[in-house]
């Protein structure tokens, strides 16, 4: 069964960096296409970024540059380096295979304060 832990949120101020990560057990980390989602309190789930087994990397239009993915492999880990954080980012990040078919985990809590 696969098993999704995220962690590495926190309450940080506007501008601040933070980094995520996802440790992934019981799947094929290697061969599979993953994904971090966010959502928002009252808001749908969206996704947020997503890195290819090729390590070809995407993220949505409100990223504006602020968010690096990666993975490594070798760890079974799946990373997001936020460089400057906004009050609007402030959600629960969750990591899934993209198009969010595994269980999902419980999440990491990020707190943006103005």
């Known amino acids: 069964q696969v098993q999704l832990v995220e962690s590495g949120g926190g309450l940080v101020q506007a501008g601040e960096p933070l980094k995520l990560s996802c440790a992934v057990s019981?799947?094929?980390?290697?061969?599979?296409?993953m994904a971090w989602y966010r959502q928002a309190p009252g808001k749908q789930r969206e996704l947020v970024a997503s890195?290819?087994?090729?390590?070809?990397?995407n993220s949505a239009d409100f990223v504006q540059g602020r968010f690096t993915i990666s993975r490594d492999n070798a760890k079974n880990t799946l990373y997001l380096q936020i460089h400057s954080l906004k009050p609007e980012d402030t959600a629960v990040y969750y990591c899934?295979?993209?198009?969010?078919?595994?269980?999902w985990g419980q999440g990491t809590q990020v707190t943006v304060s103005s």
């Open positions: 019981g799947a094929m980390f290697r061969l599979s296409n």
């Open positions: 899934n295979v993209l198009g969010g078919y595994w269980s």
């Open positions: 890195i290819t087994t090729r390590h070809n990397t």
